[in-house]
């Protein structure tokens, strides 16, 4: 098959990529270019004047800060370019590498699992025709996204925020977005199943992140290592370096050179790492569908367990360090900031990196529950129900895993925490305290499996509004003190109320009632799925 044959179909497929995604890409872009534009005018409200602006500059020069933010290059003149560089620019990214991964996944390798990739290569579709139109439509959104950035940001008229640093500021979050679509295309011929391809894709988003925080926290060559890191090496709106981005072009034509030739070394709906043969006879631990739903997740959870516990450990490691870093600035601070005593930044510090660990561990355990659907959905429940399996006994085995995954990921991340949180501030009470903090989200994570649940049991077709409340937590964490949301907004979401420890004192009530909401709304799930039709 010549070159010419390799790609016939190619746009064909683009348009029809471009109609099934006719709803759910613009959300995407309207919800994040909403949410930049909402952050900028909250800047310009929030903060008028230039000293204000430098004060905040102070406080975000903390590690928590820059870690969760970007490098310090933003904070020697804090003008309003600068902090939507600093604050939003790696935030963004995250979302933007995030639909870039889910998009090229859905086009190619779960085309392939579902069978429909065979069926239209059947007619007059070359070989690298879905992969490419999948490329090309990734590279479209981005390049839309960017522009709508662009040209938004630049016609708010806000002081500083020129249209050139606004175009770099969007191009910026195009570069990651195309980073990662062409990772994602190497994930599609390595891994046979979408899910674990998906998975890979947003585990490297989260060491992309990692290595940038780390990177800017201290080991700086690691930033430059990072899709994430060069979007924000490019000082949009303070210096205008254009040059950062190349290393993101270079990337991408480098892994989409590895891309094409591996899919020439595969069969169709296979991937180059195959899945090793099963036994002749099944294990007696497979005799019930719990042992079967744990099965079918044991190796995406020890994955993310393991992830767990390095992101725990990674950020751990700089509790110590919190004290002295914060002490170069800490004479700016006088007056702005109550009197702290020993290890009350660095509990602080803790609370805020538990808080977002516990959020990450939701990405999985929200899998583990949804994974029921796309069982459903394959028409795969259909034999088990037919048996002596009951519904019941089907939801609430998937509802087992889950639920004991949430307390596993939150266990991971509160030891790896406290491992190196105890090194660093030569305290051993440390393991056992931070321990502690991981495990008490767990029922805000037990909501959020409610939650998908009760939308599972009802609108199973609409499963993935479940993951609006990450989204929303998400949000609330880093853009809710900035854009000074009422109280009763921020305990919407369900890890506002758990106690932050080790800043805060423990307490149960709250937890208690965590729990008690999710069982609510377990119960109101479990009700709906045993009388409604099961849908393939």
Do not use: C
């Not at 008229?157 to 249209?163: K, P």
């Amino acid at each position: 098959m010549n070159s010419e044959q390799s790609f016939a179909g190619t746009w064909t497929l683009l348009k029809f990529m471009m109609r099934r995604d006719r709803i759910q890409i613009p959300i995407w872009i309207l919800g994040l270019t909403l949410t930049i534009f909402a952050t900028l005018v909250s800047f310009d409200e929030m903060y008028p004047t230039k000293e204000g602006r430098q004060a905040i500059a102070v406080t975000m020069a903390n590690p928590a800060s820059i870690a969760l933010t970007g490098p310090k290059l933003y904070l020697e003149d804090y003008i309003f370019g600068a902090m939507m560089s600093h604050q939003m620019l790696g935030m963004a990214g995250i979302v933007v590498a995030l639909m870039s991964v889910f998009l090229v996944i859905r086009h190619t390798r779960k085309e392939e699992e579902t069978g429909r990739a065979e069926l239209i290569r059947a007619s007059v579709i070359g070989r690298h025709a879905i992969g490419t139109a999948a490329f090309i439509w990734a590279i479209g959104v981005n390049l839309i996204l960017a522009l709508i950035v662009a040209f938004g940001l630049g016609a708010l008229g806000v002081e500083s925020v020129t249209m050139e640093g606004s175009f770099l500021f969007g191009a910026g979050l195009a570069s990651v977005g195309l980073s990662f679509s062409a990772l994602a295309l190497v994930f599609a011929q390595v891994m046979e199943h979408a899910k674990a391809a998906s998975g890979l894709g947003a585990g490297a988003v989260a060491v992309a992140f990692s290595m940038r925080a780390i990177g800017d926290l201290g080991e700086s060559f690691l930033s430059w290592l990072s899709p994430i890191g060069w979007a924000q090496q490019t000082s949009a709106y303070v210096d205008n370096l254009w040059w950062p981005l190349l290393l993101s072009l270079g990337f991408t034509l480098i892994l989409t050179a590895i891309a094409f030739p591996l899919s020439a070394k595969r069969d169709v709906g296979a991937g180059l790492i195959r899945p090793r043969r099963g036994r002749a006879e099944a294990s007696s631990l497979l005799n019930g569908p719990l042992s079967l739903a744990f099965r079918l997740q044991r190796m995406n959870l020890l994955i993310w367990g393991f992830a767990m516990l390095l992101f725990g450990m990674s950020y751990g490691a700089f509790i110590g360090e919190a004290e002295e870093m914060f002490g170069s600035i800490g004479d700016s601070l006088d007056g702005m900031l109550p009197e702290m005593d020993g290890g009350v930044l660095a509990d602080s510090f803790a609370a805020m990196f538990m808080t977002v660990a516990a959020m990450i561990g939701t990405i999985p355990a929200l899998q583990s529950i949804l994974k029921l659907r796309s069982e459903e959905n394959a028409g795969r429940i259909d034999p088990l129900l037919s048996n002596a399996v009951s519904r019941t006994r089907l939801l609430w085995s998937y509802l087992v895993v889950a639920l004991l995954s949430s307390l596993y990921l939150t266990l991971m991340a509160g030891v790896g925490m406290g491992i190196t949180g105890s090194q660093s501030m030569e305290d051993s009470s440390y393991l056992g305290t931070l321990t502690l903090a991981g495990l008490s989200f767990t029922p805000a994570l037990w909501v959020t499996i409610g939650l998908a649940v009760a939308i599972y049991g009802y609108f199973p077709r609409k499963t993935s509004f479940s993951w609006s409340l990450v989204g929303f937590a998400f949000f609330v964490v880093y853009l809710g003190g900035v854009l000074q949301l009422p109280e009763w907004v921020m305990n919407l979401s369900p890890f506002t109320h758990v106690p932050r420890i080790p800043a805060e004192d423990f307490e149960w009530l709250p937890l208690l009632g965590l729990t008690a909401t999710a069982a609510a709304l377990i119960l109101a799930g479990w009700y709906g799925y045993r009388r409604r039709d099961i849908t393939n």
